[in-house]
């Protein structure tokens, strides 16, 4: 693979341009007869460069990037399954990408009833009564949902102090229940790898808010006492709070409602399909039983006289969590991808993850030491302990991975689990891929053993080798440092 | 591992060199080791007063934080500036140019609960 | 339909080699009681039923294409170059996850150093995170930076800031023990006498916006100075594009710049997704939320991208770390950084010209037909609030029927008032058309 690409900024060259814009008003306007000169800058130093060569930089970059279209992508917790290009080519119709979100009602009835209808479909697929769509993310969800549990307590008559959060969990969860002001209790597991009763029991005290946790756990194991978990929590006035991270296997199985949550977060962006566009935009609709309605984010769709409002005036809402409604584009791609599947489809998809998971599992066993070896779901954490005699770890069985071109499953999370190796092959993977997969991870086991030495070094085929992180956090390099051209004037200010 | 005799250590992996009314905090050598490459020292500010038990400096290294707890209480006279500009000294000198702070001993009875180097490495021998 | 590549004879060979009988028996963890009995959902539709179904929806929703709308208010409609979307619609690009793996990120790592490099310089900033995601929750993230943990703290506001900001703010604040105290705007700008007469209220940080939610330009130079004189940080919201031509808030004193960058060639799509961008002085890096990529060697000296400083982060600090934010509007930076190397230092100065040029030929033009004014007499960029001598609906209603939207409808003073924004994507024809609906108001 090609070595640097260099900067977009060190590709500019005085007077080269790619911009075309339509003529002004008053073309022979100058700009200080309008605006006064003490608020104009002097100089913007930003690259200067022909449309051909940006399409050549980005192109560049981009074949620098592993991704689900040209690779396997077992990234455990994030759910990495292939992204129908229906849903593309059906968030980028004209109607829906150039609608402005402060348009009246009535010029938008068609995304208003798609909303509608998705926060309906959410609520079937979850046993929930109903569903805010705006949060932007899985961690915008979570800060919702602890925000309609104070709200929900307070009305009650006091907010309580505590959300009990187990040691598994994704470092969001603490870190949402802090924003809204609560303290965070954790608690351990149990040597199933499931949550300790005796633990929450003794942790449930009048000051528990709610219990947070995601089921299947971040072990990708059925949490097979939830019933008794939400008994517990609600006998002591408590909420319980479902992470949906991991609702994929559960698809047309069983559902959060049924089992006794009654707050939910989903991740369009894992379940659903939608890309994850190397980081974001996702999306994660809060659901809620009906206790916890009123405290739903504004506006509210809402029918009247035949068609949908948005309608506002909700005095117990907790407000708003984001501008307008959401990551409207990428709810159109789960809403399309739900309409496509239909229940049997989500069912097919619940259960083939679940198989891809446990074949792998079956596999990979006797070449990885595996903690908690029970049935698992759409996921499960294999740990590299067996490798730590040769002085091998799982960062160097991710690396070994890259060369091999496959992206490296999670590694070291969930944190309870030493050397851990997250996998989480989807049910979009062919039996072909999982079983190369299982070649490429046993030959690598076989390098750490024999030839370990080989295997620090990896990645040796990428465009770099491994980056010095600790220089990277010691000598902050954060932005490209714009020279002052010499032939120009003063800077800005 | 490195366990100097005339210092007196903690269970949470600080040392503390006792000179008169006044004590150097750092943090051990099994600390560092177990830190990493430390890329970042968050320093108290001279002057605060401060409790035995707190957190009062943040050690970070790629991948983790972790706390510091001031063992002693009393008013901070002193901080390890260098830091700001190689934490490595933590790495490199934990007990010499990788001292973290000074502070003021307020109450000479906390010096009690300090344990002693041959306590402090069967501790860390047990982990 | 589904996507689930698995023939009947894949599963059960793998079934075989499993030595299970059924895949439902790797559910028996699943209490009985609860595992769902009957249907819930419509039956799945083909491709081609999909697309039909859906493109019924979409015909009953108008877009900007079909009707001329002068709505602004916190998403603007602007050009967006072709090489935006063909880039941004790369699969390289947009099925990738956040990139933990360095060595198979690099692409989305530099795109993100590169849109951080553009950000700092259009503000005058030091340090830009990776996105956030909007404008509005940027904002509330940079009022949560100023406020101390877990202390106290009065946040004071501009009234003249984007109300649906205001109102993300007060949400966000709702976890700690911050205050929020509003500073009127009487004039269209933020009130400086009101402002210093606060001094004793200690408030921790001041937010404004310029160009202000009524289009007006806030002097910002001496807002900060006041924030600073209370020892409050000094909190800039500002529009991209309007930087193109405007001084940067980072060379007059801001030390938290946040705002939307929607402008930068990212569609309304009907309000998201978007993407927040924040940018800080040296001094507040390691406050910043969200992800921050750095530039580092690999071991034999090579330069490449990482994500740095990730102790600040939910994923090592949990309940300690600066935000719970785990995400990025990746793909929404990455439009934003063709963007702007597309605009480049001349386009972006054009572009920022002819929304100026273009809202002033029809403020002007507005003002001598004498059916309506300015409501605030102050210098501003592409909005304007136009106050009537009847209702605004009725205004609006009258533009309705020659196809037009002339802005958005501002609430009180007898709702006589509407927000007109103007950019470059308005022909001179088009703010004839204008013109002529109001000489016949």
């Known amino acids: 693979m090609e070595k640097s690409s260099g900067l977009i900024f060190e590709k500019s060259s005085r007077g080269r341009k790619a911009f075309s814009l339509p003529e002004a008003a008053m073309p022979e306007t100058e700009i200080e007869s309008l605006i006064p000169g003490k608020y104009l800058r002097k100089n913007l130093r930003f690259p200067e460069i022909s449309e051909l060569d940006i399409v050549r930089h980005f192109t560049h970059l981009a074949s620098k990037n592993f991704n689900v279209d040209g690779n396997f992508y077992p990234l455990g917790s994030c759910t990495m399954k292939y992204n129908p290009k229906v849903n593309e080519d059906i968030a980028s119709m004209e109607k829906f990408r150039d609608i402005h979100p402060m348009f009246p009602e009535k010029y938008v009835q068609g995304i208003l009833s798609l909303l509608k209808e998705m926060e309906e479909m959410l609520c079937r697929i979850t046993a929930m009564d109903a569903f805010c769509l705006y949060p932007a993310a899985g961690a915008h969800g979570e800060f919702l949902g602890m925000l309609l549990i104070r709200a929900y307590h307070e009305r009650k008559g006091k907010i309580r102090k505590k959300i009990i959060v187990p040691d598994s969990s994704h470092g969001t969860n603490p870190s949402s229940v802090h924003m809204a002001g609560y303290e965070v209790v954790s608690i351990a597991s149990d040597k199933n790898g499931e949550v300790d009763l005796e633990a929450l029991e003794s942790a449930l005290d009048e000051e528990v808010a709610a219990f947070m946790m995601t089921n299947p756990n971040t072990l990708g194991l059925f949490e097979s006492k939830i019933l008794e978990i939400a008994e517990k929590v609600h006998s002591r006035g408590a909420l319980l709070y479902y992470d949906g991270a991991n609702l994929n296997p559960l698809l047309g199985i069983c559902r959060p409602g049924d089992m006794g949550f009654d707050v939910v977060h989903l991740n369009l962006h894992k379940t659903f399909s939608t890309p994850h566009g190397g980081g974001g935009p996702g999306s994660g609709p809060v659901g809620v039983k009906k206790h916890l309605v009123p405290f739903l984010p504004v506006p509210v769709i809402e029918e009247k006289d035949g068609g949908l409002i948005l309608n506002r005036q909700k005095p117990q809402s907790v407000g708003s969590i984001k501008s307008f409604f959401g990551n409207v584009g990428v709810i159109i791609k789960a809403y399309s991808y739900i309409k496509a599947l239909g229940d049997e489809g989500l069912k097919r998809t619940g259960k083939l993850s679940v198989l891809n998971a446990n074949y792998l599992k079956q596999k990979l066993k006797g070449s990885y030491h595996l903690p908690f070896d029970k049935t698992c779901m759409h996921e499960f954490v294999l740990s590299a302990k067996k490798q730590l005699d040769s002085g091998i770890h799982a960062v160097d069985i991710a690396k070994g991975l890259i060369d091999r071109g496959i992206h490296p499953p999670t590694v070291y999370f969930p944190m309870i689990v030493e050397e851990a190796i997250m996998i989480e092959p989807t049910e979009t993977e062919s039996k072909n891929t999982l079983d190369e997969f299982v070649n490429t991870m046993k030959e690598i086991a076989g390098l750490a053993a024999k030839t370990p030495e080989i295997l620090k070094k990896a990645p040796i085929k990428m465009s770099v080798k491994r980056l010095d992180e600790v220089q990277a956090a010691r000598v902050l390099d954060v932005c490209w440092n714009f020279e002052k051209p010499e032939d120009e004037g003063q800077e800005d200010g | ?127 | 339909m589904d996507y689930v590549p698995h023939s009947e004879a894949d599963i059960s060979s793998i079934l075989k080699e499993m030595n299970i009988g059924d895949i439902e028996d790797l559910y028996s963890s699943v209490p009985e009681k609860i595992k769902i009995k009957s249907r819930r959902l419509e039956r799945g539709l083909s491709e081609f039923e999909l697309k039909a179904l859906i493109r019924k929806k979409a015909e009953k929703n108008l877009a900007v294409t079909e009707i001329k709308s002068f709505m602004g208010g916190g998403a603007y409609e602007h050009f967006i170059p072709a090489v935006v979307d063909h880039i941004a619609m790369k699969p390289e690009f947009y099925t990738a996850y956040t990139p933990y793996q360095p060595e198979a990120s690099q692409g989305a790592l530099q795109v993100i150093y590169e849109y951080q490099s553009l950000i700092c310089e259009l503000t005058g900033m030091d340090a830009s995170n990776a996105s956030l995601y909007d404008g509005a929750t940027a904002a509330a993230e940079a009022a949560l930076m100023s406020i101390n943990k877990d202390g106290p703290g009065d946040v004071l506001i501009s009234a003249a800031v984007n109300p649906e900001y205001v109102e993300v703010i007060k949400t966000y604040l709702k976890g700690t023990k911050g205050r929020i105290l509003m500073v009127p705007s009487p004039e269209g700008v933020t009130s400086v006498e009101f402002l210093k007469g606060l001094s004793a209220k200690k408030p921790v940080c001041f937010i404004f916006q310029s160009p202000n939610y009524y289009g007006c330009i806030e002097d910002v130079e001496n807002l900060s100075e006041i924030a600073h004189s209370f020892a409050a940080l000094s909190i800039a919201i500002v529009n991209p594009v309007s930087l193109g031509v405007l001084k940067s808030p980072g060379s007059m004193g801001a030390d938290i710049v946040v705002g939307e960058g929607q402008p930068l060639g990212i569609p309304l799509s009907y309000g998201g997704p978007y993407l927040g961008f924040m940018a800080v002085k040296k001094k507040f890096i390691r406050k910043l939320p969200g992800r921050i990529v750095g530039r580092t060697t690999d071991k034999e000296g090579n330069p490449g991208f990482v994500l740095t400083l990730q102790t600040r982060e939910q994923h090592i600090r949990r309940e300690k770390a600066n935000s719970n934010i785990c995400s990025n509007q990746a793909l929404m930076a990455l439009r934003a950084t063709v963007f702007m190397t597309y605009m480049g230092k001349e386009g972006m100065k054009t572009l920022a010209e002819a929304n100026i040029n273009n809202s002033h030929y029809l403020s002007k033009s507005i003002e001598k037909t004498g059916k309506a004014h300015l409501k605030f007499k102050r210098p501003f960029f592409n909005e304007f609030v136009l106050e009537f001598k009847k209702p605004a609906n009725l205004v609006f209603d009258k533009f309705v029927n020659k196809n037009m939207f002339p802005g958005i409808l501002l609430k009180g003073e007898m709702d006589k008032r509407i927000l007109c924004c103007v950019t470059e994507t308005k022909t001179k024809a088009d703010l004839d058309g204008f013109i002529e609906i109001i000489k016949d108001l």
């Open chain 2, 1 to 127: 591992m490195s366990i100097p005799k005339d210092f007196k250590y903690t269970f949470s992996h600080e040392w503390i060199k006792i000179e008169d009314d006044k004590a150097l905090i750092g943090v051990t050598d099994y600390a560092q080791d177990k830190l990493g490459d430390v890329v970042f020292v968050e320093l108290p500010k001279v002057g605060t007063e401060i409790e035995a038990g707190h957190e009062a400096v943040v050690i970070e290294s790629v991948k983790t934080a972790a706390d510091v707890y001031t063992p002693l209480s009393g008013k901070i006279t002193k901080v390890n500036t260098l830091l700001d500009k190689d934490p490595s000294f933590i790495n490199s000198g934990p007990y010499g140019k990788g001292w973290i702070f000074e502070i003021e001993i307020r109450d000479k009875r906390e010096l009690e609960k300090l344990i002693d180097a041959q306590v402090y490495e069967n501790k860390i021998s047990e982990d």
